[in-house]
Nanobody, 128 residues
Framework: QVQLVESGGGLVQAGGSLRLSCTAS????????MGWFRQAPGKEREFVAA????????YYADSVKGRFTISRDNAKNTVYLQMNSLKPEDTAVYYC?????????????????????WGQGTQVTVSS
C-alpha cells in the first residue's frame, strides 16, 4: 500500500505562486506515474497535470498549460506542482495520485480511473 501526503497549499493573491508537494511512502515511487487533480466547490474533480514514471513526459490540462509545472524527485519520493500566475478559478482542493502500471499511455493519465492511490488533498485558495 502506498500513502501519499500533499502539502504546500494555502491562501495566495491572484497572480501569485504556490508549490505543492506530494510525498509517497514505499520504495517503488520511481515506477509510478503521478498526477495532480483538483476539485472546486460544487464541481467534479478534474485533471490538472501528470508526469510519467520515467520523468521525461508531462501532460497538462489546457486550463493550466503555461502556468503550472509538474516535476518529480525520485530520490525524495516526491512530486511537485509549481503553480504560477494563479487565478481565482484555480481555487480548489488539490489531490495527488499514483499509477503503478508502467504501461499506461500518456493520454490515460488524465483519467481518474487510471490511478491506484490518492492523497487526502490540500486546499489552495486564490483571492481576487
Amino acid at each position: 500500500q502506498v500513502q501519499l501526503v500533499e502539502s504546500g497549499g494555502g491562501l495566495v493573491q491572484a497572480g501569485g505562486s504556490l508549490r505543492l508537494s506530494c510525498t509517497a511512502s514505499g520504495r517503488t515511487f520511481s515506477t509510478y506515474s503521478m498526477g495532480w487533480f483538483r476539485q472546486a466547490p460544487g464541481k467534479e474533480r478534474e485533471f490538472v497535470a501528470a508526469i510519467v514514471w520515467g520523468g521525461g513526459i508531462t501532460y497538462y490540462a489546457d486550463s493550466v498549460k503555461g502556468r503550472f509545472t509538474i516535476s518529480r524527485d525520485n530520490a525524495k519520493n516526491t512530486v511537485y506542482l509549481q503553480m504560477n500566475s494563479l487565478k481565482p478559478e484555480d481555487t480548489a482542493v488539490y489531490y495527488c495520485a499514483a499509477d503503478r502500471d508502467v504501461l499506461t499511455l500518456r493520454v490515460h493519465l488524465a483519467s481518474q480511473t487510471t490511478y491506484d492511490y490518492w492523497g487526502q488533498g490540500t486546499q489552495v485558495t486564490v483571492s481576487s
